[in-house]
Each structure stands twice: as C-alpha cells, then as structure tokens.
T-cell receptor, first 115, second 113 residues
Framework: NAGVTQTPKFQVLKTGQSMTLQCAQD?????MYWYRQDPGMGLRLIYY???????DKGEVPNGYNVSRLNKREFSLRLESAAPSQTSVYFC??????????????FGPGTRLTVL | SQQGEEDPQALSIQEGENATMNCSYK?????LQWYRQNSGRGLVHLIL?????REKHSGRLRVTLDTSKKSSSLLITASRAADTASYFC?????????????FGQGTELSVKP
C-alpha cells in the first residue's frame, strides 16, 4: 500500500497563477485533510472532509478551495496564488474524523513557493 | 489559534540520554496524541493517550497526561541518532464536533552520536 500520496512534490508559481494540489489515499479512509506548515507555526488545518461528499473549513481556509472527488481523492486549489501561500502543504487521511481515538496518516508534502 | 504548545522549542542531547518534551493545551480534551516528523517528511503517529489515562508506554516512549494542569510530556529513553526529528502534540478539544486535531508548534530534537 502506498498510503497517502501527494503530487507534485515541489512547485514554483508566480503571483496570481492557479494550481491544484492532488492527494490520494489507498487505505479506504473516510476522512481527509489539508494542512499547511510554516516555520514556527506548526501545522494549521486549511480544509477537511469528514466523509465523501462533505467538506468543511479549518483554521486558515482563505485563498483555497477543495474538492473531495471520491473516497480516495481530495484536491486543494489555489485560484490566485499569493506570496503568503508559500508553505509546505500536507495531506492526511484517517478512518473516521468523528471518532475521538482517530489518528491521522500523512503524505510526504508539497513544497510550494509563490514568487 | 494553537491549542497545544510544546516546550522546549529545540533540544539537543547525546545518544543514550533521555529526552523529555512537554506540551500544554488550553481547553478540555478527549485525547492527546504525539506525532513525529523527520526532516522533509510527513508526520507519523506515535501514541495516543485518552483523557482518563495518566500514563502510557510504547517501546522507548512514555507519555504522561495531567488534565488538571492541561499538560502532557513525552519521554524518549535511551535516545538514538535516528530519533532526531520534530515532535508535535495534537489535541482534539471536547467542544470540537468535527474531529479536527490541533497541532502544537513542535519540539525539534537533535540526538548527537
């Protein structure tokens, strides 16, 4: 099993460009998440999907949109990239977000630079 | 806003020594989890401790939880160079119906051979 995969691994954008980060999991998990990680800030939740067909905002959703394409895939879109969105983006999945003992499995990350 | 805050932010020790990292949080929780992140990689779940537990062990890891002080500690015994990584605590607040975890800023551990 590949676990959680993310593409691309690295990306450089110019201000105003758009792009979509892809995430897929093969663990038959119900819940998926997008985080960003900035130096000294830990991980901050952007959006999550507790189950197929639902998405909800996290702590820092502005400037992003998400699509839960199916149970396996959860994409993150930047419509008009800004330098403040330079970060490392992590996708994660878990069996069931509403279970208090749920633990998350992370992908390897996408390092995004916006010039 | 950050629910969990780790202390210290960075820790450097020699191989064989014990490493202790602390986490404080603000609101009542169901569980507290610890994750590890190797440089340039995603996070990996280490251990979960429930709010009604005071101590939990897993191999060389020992986690304690003091809900009255809203704090937890992670002890790594007999550290190895391979333990070099960042360690994060994550909490799910009782009021949180969405199952979201809130991560702290992490402790960067360096174990020198």
């Amino acid at each position: 099993n590949a676990g959680v995969t993310q593409t691309p691994k690295f990306q450089v954008l110019k201000t105003g460009q758009s792009m979509t980060l892809q995430c897929a999991q093969d663990m038959n998990h119900n819940s998926m998440y997008w985080y960003r990680q900035d130096p000294g800030m830990g991980l901050r939740l952007i959006y999550y999907s507790a189950s197929e067909g639902t998405t909800d905002k996290g702590e820092v959703p502005n400037g992003y949109n998400v699509s839960r394409l199916n149970k396996r895939e959860f994409s993150l879109r930047l419509e008009s990239a800004a330098p403040s969105q330079t970060s490392v983006y992590f996708c994660a999945s878990s069996e069931w977000a509403l279970d208090p003992t749920d633990t998350q499995y992370f992908g390897p990350g996408t390092r995004l630079t916006v010039l | 806003s950050q629910q969990g805050e780790e202390d210290p932010q960075a820790l450097s020790i020699q191989e064989g020594e014990n490493a202790t990292m602390n986490c404080s949080y603000k609101t009542s929780i169901n569980n507290l989890q610890w994750y590890r992140q190797n440089s340039g990689r995603g996070l990996v779940h280490l251990i979960l401790i429930r709010s009604n537990e005071r101590e939990k062990h897993s191999g060389r890891l020992r986690v304690t939880l003091d809900t009255s002080k809203k704090s937890s500690s992670l002890l790594i015994t007999a550290s190895r160079a391979a333990d070099t990584a960042s360690y994060f605590c994550a909490t799910d607040a009782i009021y949180n119906q969405g199952g979201k975890l809130i991560f702290g800023q992490g402790t960067e551990l360096s174990v020198k051979p």
